[in-house]
Structure formats: C-alpha cells, structure tokens
C-alpha cells in the first residue's frame, strides 16, 4: 500500500446554508444536504485516493448503521477499509453541521468509537508497507499514545517511510498530550489555533519553531484564508491562499495534509508540496463536505 492513514474516522451530517436555527419546530429550507466520509484519517483517506494514491485506513467504528454507512461510503471512495475495526455496542463518531452562508461551520458532535483506538487495534505488518503513514487525530485517539507505536514509528521513518501527523481538537490538555508524538513523525500540520495552544506561543511563527525543537522535519500551520506556514531547519515562508469561491470549509484541512503527502511522495520539496496541499485545500471548499470539488491531482494542480 502506497498510504496508510490511522486514526479519526467520522460520519458528517451537512446542511447549507444555514443562517440560523429555527425555534421550536419551525422548518428552515436549505440548498443541500450530504452525508459523507469524514475525519482526519477517512478525510483525509479519501483526498489521498482522489489524488491517485492507494489507501488502506485503520481505526475504529461502531457496529451501528452510521458504521454501515461509513465503511460503504469509503469502500466506494476506493478506500481499504479491512483494518478498520468494528466496536460492538459502541457507536460510530459523527458530526452534525450547519454551514453557515460565509463557509463556516459550527458542530454538533459525537466522538464515538474514535476515543477508544489503540496500538492494538492497528495492523503492523500493514504499515510496515507502506511509502507513508498519516496520523490523524492522535490529540483524540490518545490510546495511541503507546511507546510500542512510537518504536514502530521510529521504525518507519528510518526505512524511509514518511509520517505526516495532523491534529482534530481544540482543547489543550488533549493537544498537549499530542505533543509526545513529535519526536516520532516527520511532518506535522496543526492550524493555527491548536499550534498556539500547543506551546503557548504567542503568534503561528513561535509556536511552529518551537513545534519544530520537539523532533519532526518541518511544521506546516494552515491559517484559513491567509493560507499556511512551512517552518523547516531551512525554511520559513508562508504560502499564500487560493482565490476561490468558499461554499464550506469543512474538511479543508484534510484535503490540505492530502495534496501536501501526495507531493512528498511524488518527489516534490516541502514548499512544492505545501502548494499542492493548498490547491486541494481550494478545491475541497468549493462544495459541501470533506471531499466536495475535489476530483484528480491534474484538476487540483491546474490551480496553481
């Protein structure tokens, strides 16, 4: 497999637009409604596959009919989901969001099966194939947290494969235990919120120096509509944002890590990669959902 990506796996609920919420049991009309494949690893499963690369992805879900539906979304999104484990009586994470005119997204949320994941639940032999692993959410999967991991990790990275790490909260006490994995992946790709609550930082440039003095290659701090910034030992530069129309920002960090991994892995220098990252991140906010407007890597790269 060319990609493994591990970790959160969600079900999304989205509606737009959605200028407020009715009371009582008032009834809003809206343009559009759409469930779909979610999460820092589905998400980003997803976008990888959309990108030309194979994906196997691992993690847990529910055995309820949201998992039904989750495991059949990603299969037909082309996505190996044969070690994605299956919790009995637990239920799959999902997220209801009501996307505002102006592309946010305010979320109601629950984290399901995802709170559970462990070391145990992955497939070592299966990463130990892989040209590059994607950590998504270790800020929420703490189980991963496992120092046999972090040696496997260790391990992969020193074969030649590359880790991308990404995070999902906003809540510091679950940021600061993510902070253990740094020493062990290569890349990590925070936003700007969770980089400052991170290191208590007080601007993106800070907070991904000292990011970058915990171990990984580079830091990537995805800023919104300002962009991202690429801090390495031999680089700092931010790379600008793509014009384009915004219908929903959700998953764009997902497609973001996607475009940047699929660079790495086609040859391409961290700055290039980020590029590639920022272009898929335009495309994904051009429609409702994680994986909305994104089609090919030809698509994507014809932005830049």
């Not at 629950?110 to 692993?133: E, F, I």
């Not at 800020?139 to 991308?164: W, Y």
């Not at 030992?233 to 384009?244: G, H, I």
Request: charged share 20%; net charge negative.
């Amino acid at each position: 497999m060319t990609v493994v990506t591990v970790g959160v796996h969600i079900v999304d609920i989205l509606a737009r637009p959605v200028s407020h919420i009715p009371g009582g049991q008032d009834t809003v009309l809206v343009d559009e409604i759409r469930l779909t494949a979610a999460g820092a690893a589905a998400g980003t499963a997803v976008d990888l596959v959309k990108l030309g690369n194979d994906v196997v992805t691992m993690g847990a879900v529910g055995d309820d009919e949201l998992g039904d539906f989750l495991l059949a979304v990603l299969a037909r999104r082309g996505v190996d989901t044969s070690r994605l484990v299956r919790r009995a009586g637990e239920r799959t994470a999902a997220s209801i969001l009501p996307i505002r005119p102006d592309g946010g997204r305010p979320s109601f949320h629950v984290p399901g099966a995802n709170l559970g994941v462990t070391y145990a639940d992955l497939d070592a032999d299966v990463l130990r194939t892989a040209r590059a692993v994607h950590l998504g959410g270790v800020d929420v999967t703490f189980g991963l947290g496992d120092p046999a991991f972090f040696e496997l990790l260790d391990a992969l990275r020193a074969s030649g494969t590359i880790v991308t790490m990404d995070l999902l909260s906003e809540m510091p006490d679950l940021l600061g235990m993510a902070r253990a994995f740094l020493p062990h992946v290569d890349y990590v790709l925070p936003n700007e919120t969770q980089a400052v609550l991170m290191t208590g930082a007080a601007d993106p440039a800070e907070a991904a120096r000292a990011l970058l003095a915990e171990g990984p290659r580079g830091v990537l701090v995805t800023l919104g509509e300002s962009g991202s910034l690429v801090v390495t030992a031999d680089v700092t530069e931010q790379v600008p944002a793509l014009k384009t129309e915004v219908a929903d920002t959700t998953g764009c960090g997902d497609a973001y890590c996607a475009g940047f991994l699929t660079g790495l892995l086609h040859g391409q220098d961290v700055m290039t990669a980020a590029r590639w990252g920022t272009a898929a991140a335009a495309r994904v906010a051009t429609g409702l959902g994680s994986d909305a407007g994104l089609t090919d890597l030809d698509s994507t790269l014809a932005l830049l």
